[in-house]
């Protein structure tokens, strides 16, 4: 029998306004590697799957 212990993912996110126009985000994802996990069944084998790895993502918002 298959079991999943239990998880969570803590990600988060912070935005800062430059200007009127230009704005910086920075998000990180699943930052202490404890992703929630997924049962898959492949010709009657069962198996888990990590949801998501950690990351981290920046971005750069220019309006005009």
């Known amino acids: ?3 999943v212990d ?6 988060f996110g912070i935005a800062y306004n430059i200007n009127k126009n230009l ?4 998000k990180a994802n ?4 404890d992703s929630t ?3 898959y069944n492949d010709s009657g084998n069962n198996f888990t ?3 998501s790895s950690p990351s981290v993502t ?3 918002k220019w309006l005009f």
């Open 1 to 3: 029998d298959l079991t």
């Open 6 to 11: 239990s998880s969570y993912d803590m990600s």
């Open 23 to 26: 704005k910086l985000s920075l």
């Open 30 to 33: 699943n930052i202490f590697n």
């Open 37 to 39: 996990q997924s049962i």
């Open 49 to 51: 799957l990590n949801d």
């Open 58 to 60: 920046t971005s750069l």
